[in-house]
């Protein structure tokens, strides 16, 4: 299992937009992927699962990947968090 905390560089958070791209990102993947914010967390399969986290820029949350593949799975979510969610 791999855990990542990400700061959120968005200035306008975790809108559809970029939640839609996350969930399309982590279906290539068969390690389960979640994301956690505070004390509640949500599997990254559905873009409802995201936004009810209403996550905001400058907010922290966690990424948790268990599986086979989950090392790949970190490094292009790593990607995501990193750099493109900077230009969704």
Known sequence: MITKD???TSAQGMHARPATQLVKLVKGFKSATSLK????TVKLNSLLNILSLSIKGGETV???MDGEDEVSAA???D???TKQ???L
């Open 37 to 40: 914010k505070g004390d509640k």
């Open 85 to 87: 969610l900077k230009e």
């Open 75 to 77: 490094v292009i979510i």
């Open 6 to 8: 990400y700061i959120i």
């Open 62 to 64: 966690s990424v948790i």
């Open 79 to 81: 990607d995501f968090f």
